[in-house]
DNA sequence: ATAATACTCGAACACCTGTTCAGTTGTCAA
DNA sequence: TTGACAACTGAACAGGTGTTCGAGTATTAT
């Protein structure tokens, strides 16, 4: 069967109208509008071509709506901006002091800072459960590639699997750093990310003390300090 | 007069499964629930006692609502989330070949992917404007304590000032770098961001090719490679 | 022309929903 | 006890709101 073309190739004016009116509406009111104030707005007198449009726009993928629910309805291509989650910067991380961990009893957001990451960035379904952020000071972790005023978003942990970065206390060197963890026969190796450093072995009869996984690093490149 | 004390103190316990309550049905249903859903949830039978609790969580400031709109209500100390900011991948940003730059023609949307960054995290007023992203492939941004894979963003620019790290393009060596800029007397110092290195030095007759500034570096840490 | 399709209208319906109000209960102070 | 007050109940009301239906108009293909 022949296709019609008419004006509607694709997207119509009114649809985009439409669309325009529901996010700048949204914008002001918080909420969205209902299908009488759709219709005032774009010149429509009849609330079902209001509802006819709708509909069109929602199987075109760009509105979700929930049917029988006052103002149910939602941009989804505008607006695909994940959520965000706000992870608390319990302090700072450097050589030769433990790093602050999370109280074991959960602890609450009684953080000095918070930094927010959007989740769409996060690895794998780190949801936000009980990360927490660390700033590093000092250029200890650089053979981490990890910079002064770095900030570092870590998951609680006390063991690891192979490749991942951790957060470890060095007993005998009496200082904190992030390594990559791998286990080895005889013990445990860690691995600094910048390969032109040598990793650091640990013997089996040694504790290692891992604190947490890191998940995720940001640099906030202000200016030369 | 005497303060009546009763076991209101502060915030009832049904004045927190409210608030509970509309958080996750507000999660669950993209919308925010009416008067009489959280009736039914928190076992209240009338619908005048919830909009009783309703109008005191306003009161306290941990409610807005807009009256007389169905659901018009929506949590405010939960949600004080900044804005995000959808910045295009724009490609990759690899030694020997010349960076992509945003189009000089407002270009749109068209990247194949991109981050989604937290505004609270943008250093100055860089308000997303054109901020660009790039994915880092191999370790020749090594020295700049960047790593494969990283993600930086930039803001597109042809010079900068002294302090800015920025994207050059060098000629003579045929590679992009990630360097930090100073301008000196006989020319410029492109300082690489790990002390370990040493910087390079252009003379003033060079042309210095400046692509962008680097306004941020997020490095996913998923798995050693 | 004729039929098919897209679009528009107006009105009515039925439910959803916030609001209001008269009244009840329990606690606390005087 | 008495009165004040917060917490609560139940019901009804009025308007908001999505939905549905029958009908009309315009555009296009055949």
């Known amino acids: 069967m022949m296709m019609m073309v008419r004006k509607s190739k694709g997207l119509g004016e009114r649809h985009q109208k439409i669309l325009d009116f529901i996010a700048s509406y949204q914008r002001e009111h918080k909420h969205p509008p209902s299908i009488r104030e759709i219709g005032e707005y774009c010149d429509i007198s009849s609330t079902s071509v209001v509802n006819y449009y709708l509909d069109q726009l929602e199987k075109a993928g760009l509105l979700e709506r929930d049917r029988k629910i006052s103002r149910g309805m939602?941009?989804?291509?505008?607006?695909?901006?994940?959520?965000?989650?706000?992870?608390?910067?319990l302090g700072v991380i450097q050589a030769g002091e433990p790093i602050p961990v999370p109280a074991s009893d959960f602890s609450?957001?009684?953080?000095?800072?918070?930094?927010?990451?959007?989740t769409s960035l996060m690895p794998a379904k780190e949801k936000g459960k009980d990360l927490f952020a660390l700033q590093v000071q000092g250029d200890s972790m650089i053979d981490a590639m990890i910079n002064d005023g770095d900030i570092v978003i870590l998951k609680p942990a006390q063991d690891a699997r192979n490749g991942d970065m951790v957060a470890v206390w060095l007993n005998d060197k009496n200082e904190t750093t992030l390594k990559y963890y791998f286990k080895e026969k005889d013990g445990y190796r860690l691995q600094p990310a910048n390969p032109q450093f040598k990793p650091i072995m640990i013997k089996k009869t040694e504790p290692l003390e891992i604190k947490g996984k890191v998940v995720m690093v940001i640099r906030k490149v202000d200016r030369y300090n």
Chains 1, 2 share one sequence.
Do not use: I, W, Y
Not at 74 to 89: A, F, I, S
Not at 108 to 118: H, I, N, P, Q, R
């Open 108 to 118: 609450l957001f009684d953080a000095d800072e918070s930094v927010e990451v959007a």
């Open 74 to 89: 939602r941009l989804v291509g505008n607006t695909p901006l994940g959520d965000m989650l706000r992870v608390p910067v």
